[in-house]
Nanobody
């Protein structure tokens, strides 16, 4: 199993980023997918979840209305569109398959002026 996150970087407050997570080694379309984040000195936090077919999405209150999770089952990829970014969104972002123990290496998002 591989989960490879990409798309992170340094962005100014109010800016946008789109994260991607490419999955392989399992039946992607059978799993709900999740994005988590972990800021320095803090516990890992669930940010967004999307059901296996993409029809159901849930968000942490802290990102609701600013972040959008989506997926393309033909490409085995899940995305996180992040708009109106704030300094408190700074963290390493990870994708996860359905609450499994499979994790990628993460991608760093830094929001700073």
């Amino acid at each position: 199993v591989q989960l490879v996150e990409s798309g992170g970087g340094l962005v100014q407050p109010g800016g946008s980023l789109r994260l991607s997570c490419a999955a392989s080694g399992f039946t992607f379309s059978s799993y709900a997918m999740r994005w988590y984040r972990q800021a320095p000195g803090k516990e890992r936090e669930l940010v967004a979840t999307i059901s296996s077919a993409g029809g159901s999405r849930n968000y942490a209150d802290s990102v609701k209305g600013r972040f959008t999770i989506s997926r393309n089952n033909a490409k085995n990829t899940v995305y996180l569109q992040m708009n109106s970014l704030r300094p408190e969104d700074t963290a390493v972002y990870y994708c996860n398959a359905g609450g499994s123990t499979w994790w990628g290496q993460g991608t760093q998002v830094t929001v700073s002026s």
